[in-house]
């Protein structure tokens, strides 16, 4: 929905050719594709949270920038701007000096013993 979200707004305004908008969704393409590394090979959770604050930044001025061209363009990315609010939230748990917070996900107890253990025939 991204990719078609961009492609209706670009089609819409290519005669105007407003670039200083397309650095905007430039900024947020290379936040998009930057936070996976920063997030799981660099296990850099304070990073991945100045790029998560980037990408969404940069989703809440094209939504806004898209609604003023193509409207059907800004309302295809509301889906995505939960997903990315939600996955923020999730960073922010990860995120070291919030751990033990109001923030922090509560734990999960399972069950003891070792996982994939087998069990005796009785």
Do not use: E
């Not at 105007?16 to 397309?22: A, H, T």
């Amino acid at each position: 929905m991204i990719a078609f979200s961009i492609f209706l707004y670009v089609r819409h305004t290519l005669p105007d050719r407003p670039y200083w908008s397309y650095a905007v969704i430039a900024t947020h393409l290379l936040a998009n594709f930057c936070w996976t590394p920063i997030f799981f090979r660099m296990q850099s959770p304070g990073w991945a949270l100045v790029d998560i604050i980037i990408l969404d930044i940069s989703l809440a001025a094209m939504a806004v920038i898209f609604w003023q061209a193509h409207k059907t363009s800004s309302i295809l990315l509301w889906p995505y701007a939960a997903w990315v609010s939600f996955a923020t939230y999730l960073n922010i748990g990860f995120y070291p000096p919030f751990r033990g917070s109001a923030l922090q996900f509560p734990r999960i107890p399972f069950p003891a013993g070792r996982s994939g253990a087998r069990r005796s025939a009785a």
